[in-house]
């Protein structure tokens, strides 16, 4: 079957619910009623991608294409640690840290933006043990000379998020070298511009929404054995901002529109959802180190 044709058939299944609809040319494809939902008719479409050692993550990532930037609505982890993976260089902490981030890879420049376990500071004083989730941004550096980067949200109480709380995040190139990025949910709300040269509306990119267990100084390693384990962070929608007909749409990241990463191996992981649930970008995730 020709790409074209396997396409048309993938926006069939997707636009129909069912196996029902005929197997076409792409011209049918070009009339496709409701490209927001199911595909664009220039949209390219994702492909395999290598694993990167050093973490436990679910990625979920775009193809190469004109988005603008992505976003969605999680449902925090619950946190399970494994007590043999203490930090002998920071008392209270873990070897293992959980994140739930989006970020992209645009004009060669690599950005992570989302929620990370974090230090809080409680009566002034900065905890010795992370507590919460708080916002980071992270990019590396660009050949225009922008130096690599990482920052976090302020210590303050508005910006931590916990396990089981729902947030709407997203990042949207909203002019040419700079990203918003939103976090809401639980009655606080955090907003930026973050700077990031490689990232230029209507130049081809790519976004990805990742949940980990990131392992501390180990970038580049073998994902070190564990028994922690997040669960439970449910995706209730997920979407890529595109500009159609002249408006920034948000079209729903279906299983169509993402290349399906389960790092270092799908063992570790218990991902869960309905026909309906994948057709919104929604999906339950869970990621055990002792594997399932």
């Not at 927001?36 to 290598?50: A, G, R, S």
């Not at 230029?200 to 390693?221: H, L, S, Y």
């Not at 500009?243 to 389960?262: C, S």
Request: hydrophobic residues 30%; aromatic residues 10%; glycine residues 10%.
């Amino acid at each position: 079957m020709s790409t074209k044709i396997l396409v048309s058939v993938i926006a069939c299944l997707i636009a129909c619910g069912s196996i029902s609809c005929s197997e076409n040319t792409s011209d049918e494809k070009s009339k496709n009623s409701d490209p927001v939902n199911t595909f664009f008719d220039d949209e390219k479409f994702p492909v395999d991608q290598p694993c990167f050692q050093g973490a436990y993550y679910r990625k979920a990532v775009s193809s190469k294409d004109v988005w603008l930037g992505i976003g969605g609505t999680v449902v925090l982890p619950e946190i399970i640690f494994d007590e043999n993976r203490k930090n002998p260089a920071k008392p209270g902490q873990y070897l293992d840290n959980p994140s739930v981030y989006l970020g992209g890879n645009m004009g060669g420049q690599e950005t992570d933006i989302g929620l990370t376990w974090e230090v809080v500071k409680e009566n002034g004083v900065v905890s010795q043990e992370r507590k919460a989730f708080r916002p980071f941004m992270r990019r590396t550096s660009h050949p225009s000379g922008q130096s690599a980067n990482y920052s976090n949200a302020p210590a303050e109480d508005k910006y931590y998020w916990y396990p089981g709380e729902e947030v709407n995040i997203s990042i949207q190139i909203v002019e040419n070298g700079k990203l918003k990025f939103i976090v809401e949910g639980a009655g606080k709300r955090f907003e930026t511009d973050y700077e990031c040269a490689g990232y230029k509306q209507g130049n081809i990119g790519e976004f990805k929404r990742v949940n980990a267990i990131d392992q501390v100084a180990n970038e580049g390693k073998p994902a070190q054995a564990t028994g922690t384990m997040v669960k439970d962070s449910q995706w209730k929608e997920s979407y890529l901002f595109r500009l159609y007909e002249g408006n920034v749409v948000k079209a729903p990241m279906h299983e169509g529109r993402f290349t399906d990463m389960r790092c270092p191996d799908g063992m570790y992981f218990s991902i869960t959802a309905s026909d309906e649930e994948m057709k919104k970008g929604s999906e339950l995730i869970t990621i055990n180190g002792n594997g399932f």
